[in-house]
């Protein structure tokens, strides 16, 4: 029996995406820069490369460096441009059919595409093109690029792109090639990230700098929301494809940079890392606590706890210990140990914690079930006093633009005020970081209520768009429901 993975109490973004464009190399190199953005989905990946004449295709479930590293497969893949695309996928929708980038034969010729983020009218635009008479091979929303494409009346491809991207709405991240070019494009609201890089004159797209980084490729910048850039072999060419063109101030994920992405990456100007500090020290300052030490949950709590530690005057310690050969799954062979799983990835370091009051420092609270079994194992191994501190206000909406989110009422924090969280997780005390307090980390006076400077919805419930209703999400789990039921 496959058991609930350690990490399975977290949000979880769905998907990183890479495109390059004018390398020899691009197959290996989009293996590299897809291993660095690992962290962004693990169920699946795959990459389209295009050598001059023809396209070639990987797919395959598992991890970057379990499948991709294999000569048999690598040699499969030829070309100077690539796009590649690791997948977390929702439930019911981790099979390999759903596994990106997807690609079509246009009479023009092909295209690949993958995208990052999730269209809220996704499933109307799935019933309009059936009914229309487009067959989807997939579950996945974003077939249904290729298909609106195909079906656009405009003569020229470029035109046709720009007809099928004006019908999605949500947030999305999207790399495609053709045989002549490669496209990026971000959302109206630039929800989520996209950067481009140059390596050697190639041009690069990536979700992180990161995978940037790994490759040793230059950071141009981020591509802008709603900017469509198209390159070609006689550069770059930048477009604002969206029907209102009225600037719309752009509403980036506010939680990439409390968890999604890696710490040493940079977005709209801001070291992850660097912002994750300064929410411990915003931390420290709004959620004091008289204790002895400040210890994170590993990783995801490290930064803030270092920024807490700093901010507080208090000494740092890993006294939680994270085993890092952790898979997705475990096979459980009884029940009788099934209570062990959160043990599986964190052991508590009986010598740090022995008669000690601590701050313990997460991300988030989710469920809060992992919170709960983490606390009891930092009881058990000798505490005296333990209070969470938690950097990002209380996740009490979900998330419908690309995030894994449980449904709303299964937040821990829609479902109870601060006292019985703390009750509930069995702490001595729990504190939040503010809205507010959570802006001016990431670089801003304050939240702007009238007009927010980032997407914030799960911690505030107001969606940026009108569409993230609640049948549009009913609609994907059908879609994950009938998927499983097929299989
Ligand atoms: Fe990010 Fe939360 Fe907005 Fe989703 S709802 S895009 S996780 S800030």
């Known amino acids: 029996m496959a058991f609930g993975n350690p990490d399975d109490d977290k949000l979880r973004e769905e998907c990183g995406v890479f495109g390059i464009f004018g390398h020899d190399d691009a197959p290996a190199l989009t293996t590299l820069g897809l291993h660095a953005l690992q962290h962004r989905g693990q169920e699946g990946a795959g990459i389209v490369s295009f050598d001059g004449t023809q396209f070639s295709a990987e797919r395959h479930m598992g991890l970057i460096g379990d499948t991709f590293t294999k000569p048999s497969v690598m040699k499969r893949l030829n070309g100077h441009r690539a796009i590649g695309h690791t997948r977390y ?4 929708g ?6 990106q980038p997807f690609f079509a034969e246009f009479a023009a010729g092909g295209f690949a595409v993958c ?8 499933m109307t635009l799935r019933r309009e093109l059936q009914r229309d ?3 989807f091979q997939s579950t996945s929303d974003t077939e249904a690029i290729l298909h609106l494409i195909a079906m656009a009346k405009q003569p020229m491809f470029e035109d046709k792109l720009v007809a099928a991207l004006n019908r999605l709405e949500g947030a999305f991240s999207i790399v495609g090639i053709t045989n002549k070019k490669m496209i990026g494009c971000r959302d109206a609201l630039g929800v989520r990230p996209l950067v481009l890089g140059d390596l050697d ?6 979700s992180e700098s990161c995978a940037l980084d790994i490759i040793g490729a230059r950071f141009v910048r981020d591509i802008d929301p709603g900017e469509l850039v198209i390159i070609a072999d006689d550069g770059i060419k930048s477009i604002r494809p969206f029907d ?11 939680f ?3 968890y999604f992405a890696r710490p040493d990456s940079v977005i709209s100007g801001k070291n992850v890392y660097t912002v994750r500090k300064n929410i411990g020290i915003e931390l420290a300052r709004e959620q004091p606590a008289d204790v002895d030490i400040v210890v994170p949950v590993p990783d995801s709590g490290n930064a803030a706890a270092i920024g807490y530690a700093q901010g507080s005057n208090l000494p740092f310690e890993l006294g939680i210990i994270r085993n890092h050969y952790v898979g997705r799954t475990f096979i459980q062979p009884t029940d009788s140990i099934r209570h062990m799983g959160v043990k599986l990835k964190h052991n508590a370091n009986r010598a740090t914690f022995e008669g000690k009051r601590v701050v313990l420092v997460d991300d988030s609270i989710v469920r809060g079930t992992t919170s709960k079994k983490i606390v009891q194992m930092v009881r058990e191994a000798g505490a005296s006093e333990i209070h969470l501190r938690i950097a990002s206000p209380p996740t009490a909406a979900s998330c419908f633009y690309g995030v894994d989110t449980p449904d709303k009422h299964k937040l821990l924090a829609h479902r109870m005020s601060i006292e019985e969280m703390a009750d509930f997780i069995r702490v001595d005390s729990i504190g939040f970081i503010s809205i507010d307090g959570l802006y001016r980390a990431a670089g801003e006076a304050s939240r702007n209520n009238e007009c927010p400077q980032y997407c914030d919805a799960c911690f505030t419930g107001e969606y940026p768009t009108s569409l993230a209703d609640h049948e549009n999400r009913d609609n994907i789990k059908q879609i994950a429901l009938l998927s499983e039921a097929r299989a």
């Open 89 to 92: 996928s929702t439930a019911g």
């Open 94 to 99: 981790d099979e390999l059919r759903n596994v």
């Open 115 to 122: 995208h990052n983020g999730n269209f809220t009218n996704g």
């Open 133 to 135: 008479g487009a067959i």
């Open 201 to 206: 004159g190639a041009y690069i797209l990536a």
């Open 244 to 254: 209102s063109q009225d600037p719309v101030p752009s509403r980036f994920c506010i």
């Open 256 to 258: 990439e940079y409390v």
